[in-house]
């Protein structure tokens, strides 16, 4: 056997690894831990939004809710376990992407003029913002357990900062908020028309399969009402040259409270974000995950 016949042997032996790691059971029941992660995220960080909304103290981001996890007794583990969590559910993904259900190998249309072949591409680019969403979060927690975490919105600041440096870097910050903003209405969108419900498996108990139709939707509208937030500023500091202004989650929840009625607008999205986290929790239980 030649190097060639080497090297394809060995790609294929990992092609057939990866596609068992995608179907492997055992592997997504442990990703599911993810779900409860970002959903205990979530709730920390509506809670928060609430507090700073009534006034009180807080960094409203997910750096902030995950110190909050860590000033609690055993909470050092939790975020070790939530670490895990989130990065096996980012794992998982990115298998299902490439080798598992989301895939556009195998049979069936995956052209993207065509209707079927659409579908196929936007359940892989799903799947794949899912993964980068995931590791996003689980990368928060590393720094935590590393580190000792860090100021989120600062650190926003200074990556648009950076990035509106360099040559065409403020068009490129308007671009990235328009997409935000997108995404969120995608959520809230998705909220109201109940496209989440195809990847559950609906409860046979009426109260348990009225709680997650119920979080879901209120839960998909803060989550979409906090990333319109978060593009809009985004836009906001890019248009007006200074995206020093541009301080993350925490930055656009708070100039939403500054706004009209925003006091009452933020204890909603707060509200919200409490509800999705909750609905994640619920997803952990009741997912396909297909």
Do not use: W
């Given at each position: 056997m030649d190097e060639t016949d080497k090297l394809k042997s060995a790609a294929d032996s990992a092609d057939d690894a990866a596609q068992e790691a995608a179907d492997s059971k055992w592997f997504e029941r442990v990703a599911r831990v993810g779900f409860v992660a970002n959903g205990i995220v979530h709730i920390i960080l509506g809670a928060t939004a609430v507090a700073v909304g009534l006034g009180r103290g807080g960094e409203a981001d997910q750096s902030g809710a995950?110190?909050?996890?860590?000033?609690?007794?055993?909470?050092?583990?939790?975020?070790?376990?939530?670490?895990?969590?989130c990065g096996l559910m980012a794992l998982w993904c990115v298998f299902n992407a490439f080798f598992g259900s989301a895939s556009l190998r195998g049979a069936g249309m995956n052209a993207p003029q065509h209707r079927q072949g659409r579908r196929r591409w936007v359940e892989f680019i799903k799947t794949i913002v899912s993964a980068v969403a995931y590791a996003a979060v689980a990368l928060t927690f590393a720094q935590s357990v590393i580190g000792g975490g860090s100021d989120s919105g600062k650190t926003s600041s200074q990556a648009s900062t950076t990035l509106a440096k360099a040559p065409g870097g403020l068009y490129i910050l308007a671009a990235i908020g328009v997409v935000i903003v997108m995404i969120g209405i995608g959520f809230c969108i998705a909220g109201i028309r109940l496209k989440w419900m195809d990847e559950l498996r609906m409860p046979r108990?009426?109260?348990?399969?009225?709680l997650l139709i119920a979080t879901g939707i209120i839960g998909y509208l803060g989550k979409g009402a906090t990333?319109?937030?978060?593009?809009?500023?985004?836009?906001?500091s890019a248009m007006t040259g200074d995206p020093e202004e541009f301080t993350g989650i925490?930055?656009?929840?708070?100039?939403?409270?500054?706004?009209?009625?925003?006091t009452v607008l933020m204890l909603a999205v707060g509200a919200g974000l409490v509800l999705y986290g909750v609905f994640l929790s619920l997803r952990a239980r009741y997912d396909r995950m297909d």
């Open positions: 995950v110190q909050q996890m860590a000033a609690q007794p055993f909470g050092m583990v939790l975020i070790v376990l939530c670490l895990i969590g108990k009426a109260p348990v399969s009225t990333l319109l937030a978060v593009g809009a500023l985004v836009v906001v925490d930055g656009a929840l708070k100039a939403m409270r500054d706004q009209p009625f925003g």
